[in-house]
C-alpha cells in the first residue's frame, strides 16, 4: 500500500522531526510502518469507517 501524505502532513512531521522528540516520532514512523503492511489490524485501535 502507497500512503500520500498532504502537504500540511508532510509539514506536520516534520515540525515533529525539528523538535527532536525522538519517542513521538518513532511512533510516528510506526504507525505509518503499521498502515502500510497491515491497513485493517495494525497497531493503535483501527476500526473501520461507519
Known amino acids: ?3 500520500m501524505l498532504t502537504p500540511a ?3 506536520g ?3 515533529w522531526e525539528s523538535n ?3 519517542k513521538v516520532i518513532q511512533r510516528i514512523h510506526d504507525l ?3 498502515v502500510q503492511r497491515t491497513p485493517f489490524k495494525g497497531i493503535g485501535k483501527p476500526e473501520p469507517l461507519k
Open 1 to 3: 500500500m502507497e500512503i
Open 9 to 11: 502532513a508532510k509539514a
Open 13 to 15: 512531521l516534520d515540525e
Open 20 to 22: 527532536g522528540n525522538k
Open 32 to 34: 505509518v510502518e503499521s
